[in-house]
């Protein structure tokens, strides 16, 4: 299969078949959401973010360190709502699993799965992980987490992307 890595174009699924709440944003909500979190957004995140405030994307797969494919289906959005998942909801999202760092903010999960923005030992321009639960050490009362770094910044997990 030839991969059609992700060039700067058509990043967002503008026909999904999903339907979602187009939260605005500009410079003032970014701030806010940095200064809630303490960190710093990437400034190729914040980019895409400007286009379109989260949803699906057309390139979803990369690949991790082993060679296998991984996938995410979208990029949550950022804004301040309480019933609906957002970037600013990490902290929540975290809390309900065991073993993983609360100084990680989540760009996308199913629960079993995530990718982050690492900001354990820097507050601007993180590492991208890929974390993926450990189903054979797992058990009833402890989850075991695999950690993929995918790339050293946000960008760079850009150039990794294909469809």
């Not at 600013?88 to 999202?93: A, I």
């Not at 629960?111 to 189903?135: A, G, M, Q, S, T």
Request: proline share 4%; hydrophobic share 35%.
């Amino acid at each position: 299969m030839k991969r059609n890595y992700y060039n700067g174009q058509d990043f967002w699924n503008e026909k999904t078949k999903y339907k979602r709440i187009e939260y605005p944003i500009n410079d003032e909500i970014i701030k806010r959401a940095e200064d809630i979190l303490s960190i710093k957004f990437p400034q190729s995140l914040i980019d895409l973010m400007k286009i379109q405030n989260g949803g699906e994307i057309n390139y979803r797969y990369f690949i991790l360190p082993s060679g296998v494919t991984g996938s995410i289906h979208s990029i949550e959005p950022i804004h301040f709502e309480k019933d609906d998942i957002s970037i600013l909801s990490s902290l929540e999202l975290l809390k309900e699993v065991d073993g993983l760092s609360k100084e990680l903010i989540v760009l996308w999960t199913d629960f079993h799965c995530w990718l982050v923005l690492d900001y354990r030992n820097r507050k601007d321009n993180p590492p991208i992980l890929y974390i993926e639960e450990d189903f054979s050490a797992s058990s009833n009362e402890t989850t075991d987490w695999e950690y993929f770094k995918i790339a050293d910044t946000f960008e760079e997990f850009l150039k990794k992307l294909f469809r």
